[in-house]
């Protein structure tokens, strides 16, 4: 694999990290081309990883079509891993086609209208929706040979694995799928108005202030205003109860696309955000500042919302002042053996454990093993096909054995008392057995 990595940010840089960390030699990822928009950047991500040889720094203008594909043809690249901002996904998408490489990616960009209607109905609420653009395309990624992995994170990607996983393992009928993103992480010395992006910038005013979506197959989409649907879930491995309010995400999308043969019936999206920046999120949405059209300020034109994004504490400067975990995963409910089963499978992950052996917070980190994981599977020719796919259309057991052995930390606690007598160890254990009987591994 020749991989060229578009954007050197806090999670670009924890994904070459991890790969490195996971191909020391370069047995399989021969080379990596970082490039950024600021090469000082990319220069810094590559003196940081130590491999000249190996990691070599470019700039590039993402915007840009012909450069990315010119990348790509300079350096012969088989690979393009998108970790750039999500409103040029479709362009790094795109390229990556044109230039003849595969493409991966950790999330997808959607347009919601000025003045979203709420309801039943995507059409309603969206000119372009999440994963619609990549999808329309299947065909001729195909017809060329190329495939393109969408969504491959922790939230999505991840929390894909862990539903096939359960539709094909732990249930006979997966009926439900909700997925919980939380934790317990806070900054011990953040004053009391102070706000945290705990990730990507613009990610977070896009997610957060879009319309949220969830899917039933009864009615379709449900698309509803921003921080809807609050509730109490109580998270595992330490953290407690989390307040959760619906996002919108990609994973109401892609698994009722792959999991319907299973039974599939509802999706649903949750994340627990501090009060504070849902508070900053609502006067930025009121005063314009989210806006991408530039306004005039003393005969300059800029765009709102880059003002925002360069001002607003980056993710990447706080990871070693936070304390506490974050939990990801997919509270999933269907039938086994005849009777209700509810399991929740999750990933947690220590923000100072992660600083300590990663040099990066946790949110961070866990997106970067999330991505890396999936590389992997790749760039060693485990997950293939023609086309342009989400997670769930691949086998997850390889992922979950890589997941075992990179020490990417993942439990499943059983919610209905009938099913409480198996360990999670022993569960994976015999699921395991089962996936090599069936000459899955």
Same mark, same amino acid.
């Given at each position: 694999?020749k991989?060229l990595?578009?954007?050197?940010?806090?999670?670009?840089?924890?994904?070459?990290?991890?790969?490195?960390s996971?191909?020391?030699?370069?047995?399989?990822?021969?080379?990596?081309?970082?490039?950024?928009?600021?090469?000082?950047?990319?220069?810094?991500v590559?003196?940081?990883?130590?491999?000249?040889?190996?990691?070599?720094?470019?700039?590039?203008?993402?915007?840009?079509?012909?450069?990315?594909?010119?990348?790509?043809?300079?350096?012969?690249?088989?690979h393009?891993?998108?970790?750039?901002?999500?409103?040029?996904?479709?362009?790094?998408?795109?390229?990556?086609?044109?230039?003849?490489?595969?493409?991966?990616?950790?999330?997808?960009?959607?347009?919601?209208l000025?003045?979203?209607?709420?309801?039943?109905?995507?059409e309603n609420?969206?000119?372009?929706?999440?994963?619609?653009?990549?999808?329309k395309?299947?065909?001729?990624?195909?017809?060329?040979?190329?495939?393109?992995?969408?969504?491959?994170g922790?939230?999505p990607?991840?929390? *894909? !694995?862990? =539903?096939?996983? /359960?539709?094909e393992?732990?249930?006979?009928e997966?009926?439900? &799928?909700?997925?919980?993103?939380? +934790?317990?992480?806070?900054?011990?010395?953040?004053?009391?108005?102070?706000?945290?992006?705990?990730?990507?910038?613009?990610t977070?005013?896009?997610?957060?202030?879009?319309?949220?979506?969830?899917?039933?197959?009864?009615?379709?989409?449900?698309?509803?205003?921003?921080?809807?649907?609050?509730e109490?879930?109580?998270?595992?491995?330490?953290?407690?109860?989390?307040?959760?309010?619906?996002?919108?995400?990609?994973?109401?999308?892609?698994?009722?696309?792959?999991?319907?043969?299973?039974g599939l019936?509802?999706?649903?999206?949750?994340?627990?955000l501090?009060?504070?920046?849902?508070?900053?999120?609502?006067?930025i949405?009121?005063?314009?500042?989210?806006?991408?059209?530039?306004?005039?300020?003393?005969?300059?034109m800029?765009?709102?919302? *880059? !003002?925002? =994004?360069?001002? /607003?504490?980056?993710?990447?400067?706080?990871g070693?002042?936070? &304390?506490g975990?974050?939990?990801? +995963?997919?509270?999933?409910?269907?039938?086994?053996?005849?009777?209700?089963?509810?399991?929740?499978?999750?990933?947690?992950?220590?923000?100072?454990?992660?600083?300590?052996?990663?040099?990066?917070?946790?949110?961070?980190?866990q997106?970067?093993?999330?991505?890396?994981?999936?590389?992997?599977?790749?760039g060693r020719?485990?997950?293939?096909?023609?086309g342009?796919?989400?997670?769930e259309?691949?086998?997850?057991v390889?992922?979950?054995?890589?997941?075992?052995?990179?020490?990417?930390?993942?439990?499943?606690?059983?919610?209905?008392?009938?099913?409480?007598?198996?360990?999670?160890?022993?569960?994976?254990?015999?699921?395991?057995?089962?996936?090599?009987?069936?000459?899955?591994?």
């Amino acid at each position: 694999m020749k991989m060229l990595l578009v954007g050197a940010g806090a999670v670009g840089e924890s994904i070459l990290r991890i790969l490195k960390s996971r191909d020391p030699d370069g047995e399989w990822l021969e080379k990596v081309i970082v490039a950024d928009y600021g090469l000082e950047r990319a220069k810094a991500v590559c003196a940081e990883l130590g491999d000249p040889g190996r990691f070599l720094p470019e700039h590039v203008n993402a915007k840009d079509i012909d450069m990315i594909v010119g990348l790509i043809k300079k350096h012969g690249c088989t690979h393009v891993m998108d970790a750039a901002a999500p409103f040029i996904a479709n362009n790094i998408f795109d390229a990556a086609f044109e230039g003849g490489a595969g493409y991966i990616s950790m999330g997808t960009w959607s347009v919601p209208l000025d003045s979203p209607r709420y309801g039943y109905g995507l059409e309603n609420s969206f000119s372009l929706h999440m994963a619609e653009y990549n999808f329309k395309k299947h065909e001729a990624w195909a017809e060329k040979g190329l495939m393109a992995c969408i969504c491959l994170g922790i939230d999505p990607g991840v929390t *894909d !694995v862990f =539903a096939k996983f /359960a539709a094909e393992y732990l249930f006979d009928e997966l009926k439900e &799928v909700h997925i919980k993103d939380g +934790g317990d992480m806070y900054n011990p010395s953040a004053g009391e108005d102070d706000v945290t992006f705990g990730f990507n910038v613009w990610t977070v005013l896009d997610e957060c202030m879009n319309p949220n979506v969830e899917w039933s197959k009864s009615k379709g989409y449900l698309v509803e205003k921003p921080f809807a649907g609050r509730e109490v879930f109580e998270m595992p491995a330490g953290v407690g109860p989390n307040v959760m309010v619906k996002v919108e995400h990609e994973e109401p999308v892609l698994m009722p696309r792959y999991l319907q043969q299973y039974g599939l019936e509802r999706v649903t999206f949750k994340i627990a955000l501090d009060d504070h920046l849902v508070n900053a999120l609502k006067v930025i949405e009121v005063l314009g500042l989210r806006s991408m059209r530039p306004v005039d300020v003393g005969g300059v034109m800029v765009p709102p919302r *880059d !003002v925002v =994004a360069a001002v /607003a504490p980056q993710p990447k400067d706080i990871g070693d002042e936070m &304390v506490g975990k974050m939990c990801v +995963g997919v509270h999933c409910v269907g039938i086994k053996d005849g009777k209700r089963r509810e399991i929740f499978m999750y990933q947690p992950f220590d923000n100072q454990e992660s600083m300590k052996k990663w040099g990066m917070q946790a949110v961070v980190a866990q997106t970067g093993f999330g991505a890396a994981i999936g590389v992997e599977l790749i760039g060693r020719g485990i997950w293939g096909g023609a086309g342009v796919f989400g997670p769930e259309y691949f086998d997850p057991v390889p992922y979950l054995k890589l997941m075992d052995e990179a020490g990417f930390e993942y439990h499943i606690i059983e919610m209905e008392a009938e099913y409480k007598e198996e360990k999670d160890r022993e569960m994976m254990q015999r699921c395991f057995a089962e996936a090599e009987a069936r000459g899955r591994i």
